[in-house]
């Protein structure tokens, strides 16, 4: 993980969204574990990227 920041969600009071950025792609088997334990605790979910990492 390089970042997890929180904002306030604008529905209600005391809410929060969190954005997390870490190195990986969502089909990676690691990473797809992952987010799919964050998506089963989640009232919320949402992908925003997922970029391959370029080849060199």
Known sequence: MHKIE???AKSSLGQ???LI???GHRVDPVVADALESIR???S???ILGSYP???S
Do not use: E, L, N, W
């Open 44 to 46: 919320f979910f949402k």
């Open 40 to 42: 089963a605790r989640a």
């Open 6 to 8: 929180s904002r306030p």
């Open 16 to 18: 929060y969204i969190f």
């Open 21 to 23: 950025d870490m190195a």
């Open 53 to 55: 990492r370029a080849s």
